[in-house]
């Protein structure tokens, strides 16, 4: 499981959505996990050196220069999942989730609240909701162990929120805004393949991970 830099993440973002219009990013849990181990071996790699920009190094200072350039939200429901690993440790005083995350955390769940309202005023979500209940079960086909598990309600609501995002912003002849999914689990991108499969092709994954290292 090979990590890469916040620096690197930044780029690939940057490569991903360039010439595209006003990106909409939805985090996970695994991102925001693996943002913050990202951040820790910065911070040990850099220590003692100068002039490194903070935003390469501390994961609170990445979040915000991301959210400053790509529209960034946080689900509900990955919002409670986040919320239960604030006190996980990973070995003596090291948390899982950096408390200085917490309050961008909060934030992008409140944006993903007003946008999404404003959404569903334009749009009904149920036949978004209905394909995701087949995308999420046909994903978990190739996996014999996640398919006894199901596809987590957390995972089911960010490609739900994806897609209804997805239908708004390509309402009524508009140029669809690239909707992409921070992740580092596989079947989240198997789900967003297959959404890509019936169509909805403005629909992307951004991973924390080195392919082939996920």
């Known amino acids: 499981m090979t990590i890469k830099t916040l620096r690197d993440m930044m780029r690939d973002a940057e490569k991903a959505f360039v010439g595209k219009t006003l990106p909409i990013v939805f985090l996970d849990t695994s991102a925001i996990i693996d943002i913050c181990k990202s951040s820790k071996e910065e911070e040990i790699r850099q220590r003692g ?15 915000m220069n991301f959210a400053g350039k790509y529209q960034t939200l946080v689900s509900p429901s990955t919002h409670s999942e986040i919320t239960k690993h604030y006190c996980v440790k990973l070995n003596g005083n090291n948390k899982e989730i950096k408390e200085t995350v917490c309050p961008l955390i ?43 598990e199901g596809f987590s309600d957390v995972d089911r609501e960010i490609l739900d929120s994806a897609l209804l995002f997805s239908e708004y912003f390509s309402k009524e002849g508009r140029k669809a805004n690239p909707v992409a999914i921070f992740s580092s689990d596989e079947h989240i991108f198997k789900g967003v393949e297959m959404l890509n499969d019936l169509g909805y092709k403005n629909i992307t994954t951004l991973s ?5 290292a996920r």
Do not use: M
Request: glycine share 2%; with cysteine; hydrophobic share 30%.
């Open 106 to 148: 909060d934030k992008f769940l409140g944006d993903y609240e007003r946008l999404k309202e404003f959404a569903l005023s334009n749009v009904s979500d149920d036949s978004e909701r209905y394909k995701v209940y087949w995308v999420t079960k046909l994903s978990c086909a190739e996996n014999c162990k996640k398919d006894l």
């Open 49 to 63: 050196k100068k002039e490194i920009p903070l935003q390469e190094i501390y994961a609170d200072h990445f979040l």
């Open 208 to 212: 924390p991970r080195i392919k082939n």
